[in-house]
């Protein structure tokens, strides 16, 4: 049984298109009855939105084996004022799920994903987080990679910001115990025996994704399909216990040896 991610992993990060190997893979799932749960740090959409979008490009990928973010933001965050930084699509969202945008007095700042936070922004949040705000990150990634450029993600902006003010910060999305947790709750209806032990996640986030994941148990996949080119980038340079199970240079290719 999987939980694979999405961008990077599943589609590309500059067309957001169809990686090689991915719609048979999710296909071959489907057709054996294998347990599963697509997971994605998607904000930028509303979850109906995104899948519909999946399905359109050829991934067919039912509601029951899908979770982003956005679909436990609700428990992890009250209907609150919140000063809310991301792109333009996840601010609408937030207004539509009738959050109040608020960057006078925020009772929470919440970070999302765009490439272009500015140093006024991190001034602001910080501002914010000394005045007693709660810091909240929509997901922990490590990277992220957009039109061949990669900037730092949300986990790195949340841990400067804690090295900053020395806040406390909560995660909604990967690698948070919670959304684990959820996705493992949701694969359960597919196989009322699932635990941690018998998943294999794939994702291109090795530090992200897969090092939460691996502290839960789980066996990791590394796909060298998104946020980096080369295993030499990044696999030197972490512990032995963020070590992946396996590198592939994406799901094709691990498609091979199943």
């Not at 000394?130 to 810091?135: A, M, P, V, Y």
């Not at 806040?167 to 694969?187: C, I, N």
């Not at 090795?206 to 996949?221: C, F, N, P, S």
């Amino acid at each position: 049984m999987y939980f694979i991610d999405v961008q990077g992993t599943l589609i590309d990060d500059l067309h957001k298109q169809p990686i090689r190997g991915a719609r048979e893979f999710i296909d071959y799932l489907n057709e054996h009855q294998l347990p599963y749960m697509v997971i994605t740090n998607n904000t930028k959409r509303s979850s109906d939105d995104f899948l519909s979008y999946l399905n359109k490009i050829g991934l067919n990928i039912s509601a029951a084996h899908y979770l982003d973010p956005l679909m436990l933001l609700d428990a992890m965050l009250p209907k609150e004022k919140v000063a809310a930084y991301g792109s333009e699509p996840f601010l609408r969202i937030l207004e539509t799920e009738g959050y109040l945008l608020d960057y006078e007095s925020p009772q929470s700042v919440l970070i999302a994903i765009k490439e272009d936070f500015s140093a006024d922004e991190y001034s602001q949040m910080i501002g914010f987080l000394l005045n007693g705000s709660r810091l909240v990150g929509m997901h922990e990634t490590t990277l992220y990679a957009k039109n061949g450029k990669r900037y730092p993600g949300v986990g790195a902006i949340l841990k400067m910001l804690k090295f900053a003010t020395s806040a406390s910060y909560d995660v909604v999305g990967k690698p948070s115990k919670a959304f684990y947790d959820e996705a493992l709750k949701r694969l359960q209806e597919q196989d009322t025996g699932a635990n941690f032990r018998d998943i294999t996640i794939i994702s291109d986030d090795v530090k992200g994704d897969l090092g939460g994941a691996k502290e839960l148990g789980m066996q990791t996949v590394f796909v060298l399909s998104g946020k980096y080119r080369r295993a030499d980038e990044i696999i030197p340079m972490l512990d032995a216990a963020e070590q992946p199970d396996a590198v592939y240079a994406d799901i094709h290719e691990m498609m091979e040896e199943i």
